[in-house]
């Protein structure tokens, strides 16, 4: 592993390919001891640029043979590149590696499994099975033959037809399949192995009929009619919604245990993580059908936002990435429940997004520089990204955004192009200007906008004034912000003609309502019409009034994590001075009003409404972070409705605990999700009975969703029936290595003060694995973000997770930097825990050996 000071990248020095490959090759035989590539490329020079050497990436590769036209000639490699000079302007290379993918702990490139070979090539992976041009501006046709052994690896799959098979010598089998697609390296897709397949077909709007195929480890076929039921669904959703149809004639999932990422698109052989795909209703939560169906779209929807067109540098990553997450984020409140799945991305968006705008690792939505690409699959390319494609419909219009979709499809079908060229073809269709929102893209940090208002009696008017900044931007220039508003009278009343979607497009600026004739209370960024950080001096009784009355569901949400938010941060504050905090009645009448109406506002709105904020969303909003006072403060406010509410939540559980059959539904799962929701706070209360009940709900639930509430629930309880319900869980479900992973969460995120000590046994548990991804993000991540407990203030739980990313990083640098990521916000608390997690930081940099995935992440952190 290199140890060199790692140089950064950065978008200003990108350059077009020396080269081009017009069509790829592959002959690869997995052999006992490894593997061989047998690679062949019809090779060109770009005419647009001056002769130069070929420079090929790679990395871990054995070279056994290197030929031009057919014949050997001269070449330099060393342990990254491979290059060859005075080379014609077309000609054929022929390269011949060797690779051990049973050896290849980073999951990065062709690695094995239990259940056969699989790849994982973005970003940067194909370099890791042959030399190549690893960089997605360089758009190939792709042809693979595949040899193995029969009865090891019956399945052989890539991208693309079948085209022939067949058997050979000593029990091996060929597979050959083409890919009439252009495509990068990074989409490119192999697998051998032992698997179950789950087939389906689907016709086409057009009236083709596409072989669908969902391949999972044996034993597992009954967890993947949903997943299969998605797909069907989202193809059908991008018919009907932007006119896009599947293109092939084959589309294929693969489900694989050990995978760094969610899921992968490559072309026509997506390969996902067992999570996104392996469900039933005794081992999934409804949360885990909810995300099958987004991360299922997702990868489909990507076969043309990103697929068919794709990136031209690893820069415009959320080009594919935050347009994909917008639309999965469309497909997701088409089929399921709109208002609660904009209040879930919101709050998703606050609790990783906003924090990481405002840490080290802020960077605009289209970075200017990286050290390691895998570092910048992040939250603010992803889920920012998706924020600023709906900003643009916003703008422009449902209507519009689809014409500049079917617009940017006309201009760049084939190609791999850039931020500026998706939102140029918006402009095209829609004739609006976006220069100024060009901002969006170019800069890091969460803009605030601070707002006033005031209500002139004699003129009737009532006047907003907007007033944005961003101290962590390169300049004071003003974004485009549109801002939705609505005004509602003290009754409760919606003002006609009152909702309006504002431009903020100047640092301060004013709007005018007319004809107000009493003092409004505004509804302002109704269903979050932009990310951003809104300050309006509202009391407590305007946000009572917005929860009971406002017609915008996020808003009516938000108004009453606004009050939360209030309480608990003022809670802590006293309990940081040594004072017991008081609780208003008015909160409390509030909750019984969202209870006792749970029927009319709808269970899953008042189950969301009923969550309070979580306290690293608290934290942010804070100068300084005391963990265990925003702790004490948050679960104070949590007993004290389940004190007061004690029993609206009882009759409100008996009423939703009816027994009915299961389904995976919007309405049952929100009914589910308020049923459990009240069971939790009834645990606060720590009685025998309450808790006797939640260990009859863990014991005698139908479904996953209900078993795991009520273990998650009581897991918060330092009580015996804690200790049974996490024993009997293990017994039942050893076997299910998803469900284990829910398991090994659960304990990690509880706030009793032994967590560390529970999660340092666990490592050593057979349960855990530090070489699966998924193991070390539901032990280890989850105890990273257990605010209270992971930064405890002796720093025992910096060192422990120190510890482990070091141990991770010589294995896999990709999750170890994820895990790093940990230590983001260490700067926001006091003096001596930021002592304690300087201390782990320094111990992780001056690691010898540290790999460059690691080290950029420490590095930001410490500054």
């Not at 905090?581 to 009319?600: E, K, T």
């Not at 306290?615 to 942010?620: H, I, N, Q, R």
């Amino acid at each position: 592993m290199k140890t060199d000071t790692p140089q950064a990248i950065h978008l200003k020095d990108y350059t077009p390919p020396a080269y081009f490959i017009d069509t790829v090759d592959l002959d690869i035989s997995i052999e006992t001891g490894g593997a061989v590539v047998r690679s062949t490329l019809a090779m060109r020079r770009n005419p647009a640029l001056a002769a130069r050497p070929l420079v090929l990436d790679g990395e871990e590769l054995e070279t056994l043979a290197v030929a031009v036209d057919g014949r050997d000639v001269p070449f330099s490699v060393d342990a990254e590149r491979l290059t060859l000079a005075d080379l014609p302007d077309a000609f054929t290379l022929n390269t011949t590696v060797r690779i051990d993918p049973d050896k290849n702990t980073r999951l990065s490139g062709l690695y094995r499994s239990k259940d056969g070979y699989f790849t994982q090539c973005e970003a940067q992976g194909f370099r890791r099975i042959t030399w190549f041009l690893d960089r997605p501006d360089v758009m190939s046709t792709y042809t693979v033959t595949l040899h193995a052994d029969r009865e090891k690896f019956p399945v052989l799959l890539a991208n693309g037809n079948p085209v022939a098979s067949g058997d050979e010598p000593d029990g091996r089998h060929w597979a050959k399949w083409a890919d009439p697609f252009r495509k990068p390296a990074y989409l490119f897709a192999v697998v051998a192995g032992k698997l179950d397949v789950l087939r389906d077909s689907f016709r086409t709007a057009s009236g083709r009929e596409v072989q669908l195929a969902i391949y999972v480890e044996p034993g597992k076929l009954d967890q993947c009619p949903h997943a299969m039921d998605a797909l069907k669904k989202s193809m059908k959703w991008d018919e009907e919604r932007f006119g896009l149809e599947c293109d092939l004639d084959h589309y294929m999932i693969v489900a694989v245990g050990d995978f760094n990422m969610g899921a992968m698109e490559n072309k026509g052989l997506n390969i996902f993580n067992t999570k996104y795909v392996l469900a039933r209703p005794d081992v999934a939560t409804d949360v885990d059908f909810e995300n099958i169906d987004r991360v299922v779209a997702h990868e489909y929807f990507h076969n043309w936002t990103g697929n068919r067109v794709t990136c031209r540098d690893w820069f415009q990553l959320s080009l594919k990435e935050g347009l994909t997450v917008f639309r999965d984020q469309e497909f997701g409140a088409d089929l399921h429940n709109r208002q609660t799945a904009r209040i879930r991305e919101v709050r998703g968006l606050r609790a990783a997004q906003f924090p990481e705008d405002a840490g080290p690792m802020a960077h605009p939505v289209r970075p200017s520089s990286y050290i390691e690409i895998n570092n910048f699959y992040t939250a603010t390319v992803y889920e920012k990204g998706a924020e600023v494609v709906r900003m643009i419909q916003t703008l422009i219009g449902r209507d519009a955004f689809r014409a500049g979709m079917d617009e940017y499809f006309r201009r760049h079908d084939g190609q791999a192009v850039t931020c500026d060229d998706f939102v140029a073809a918006m402009a095209a269709a829609s004739g609006f200007d976006f220069t100024q929102f060009m901002r969006w893209y170019a800069q890091p940090g969460t803009p605030r906008v601070a707002v006033d208002g005031y209500f002139d009696a004699e003129s009737r008017t009532y006047t907003l004034t907007c007033t944005q900044s961003n101290p962590r931007a390169a300049d004071d220039a003003p974004y485009l912000i549109p801002i939705r508003v609505a005004l509602f009278a003290a009754d409760g009343r919606l003002l006609p003609g009152s909702e309006r979607t504002l431009q903020l497009s100047a640092t301060t600026q004013s709007f005018v309502f007319a004809e107000v004739d009493a003092e409004p209370v505004p509804s302002l960024l109704r269903d979050f019409s932009a990310p951003v950080n809104l300050d309006f001096d509202y009391t407590p009784e305007q946000l009572t009034l917005l929860l009971a009355h406002e017609t915008d569901p996020f808003n009516a949400w938000d108004a009453g994590q606004r009050l939360a938010a209030q309480l608990i941060l003022d809670a802590a504050a006293e309990i940081g001075a040594g004072r017991a905090p008081q609780w208003p009645d008015s909160f409390v009448a509030a909750a019984r009003r969202l209870l006792q109406n749970h029927a009319g506002r709808g269970a899953a709105f008042v189950a969301e409404a009923l969550t309070l904020p979580g306290e690293g969303t608290l934290a942010e909003a804070l100068a300084v972070v005391d963990p265990d006072a925003l702790h004490a403060a948050r679960h104070g406010l949590r007993r004290h409705l389940a004190q007061q509410l004690a029993d609206d939540f009882a009759a409100v559980y008996a009423e939703l605990a009816v027994p009915a059959p299961y389904r995976p539904d919007a309405a049952d799962a929100g009914r589910r999700a308020l049923k459990n929701a009240c069971l939790a706070y009834l645990l606060e209360l720590e009685t025998p009975d309450i808790r006797a009940r939640a260990l009859a709900q863990f014991r005698t639930a139908d479904n996953m969703t209900d078993q795991f509430a009520a273990l998650a629930s009581l897991a918060q309880s330092d009580c015996a029936e804690r200790e049974t319900a996490l024993a009997e869980f293990h017994q039942r479900w050893q076997h299910e290595a998803l469900v284990v992973d829910k398991w090994l969460a659960v304990q990690a995120a509880s706030r009793l003060p032994g967590t560390l000590d529970e999660v340092r046994r666990l490592t050593t548990h057979p349960a855990f694995d530090l070489g699966n991804p998924n193991k070390v993000y539901s032990l280890l991540r989850t105890f990273g973000a257990n605010l209270a407990r992971f930064n405890a203030a002796d720093g025992a739980g910096y060192a422990f997770l120190a510890e482990r990313i070091v141990e991770l990083d010589a294995r896999n640098p990709q999750v170890a930097s994820r895990l790093a990521r940990c230590f983001d916000r260490w700067k926001k608390f006091d003096a001596g825990r930021q002592a304690h997690a300087r201390a782990a930081l320094e111990r992780i940099r001056d690691h010898a050996g540290l790999s460059r995935d690691v080290r950029e992440i420490v590095g930001r952190s410490l500054g």
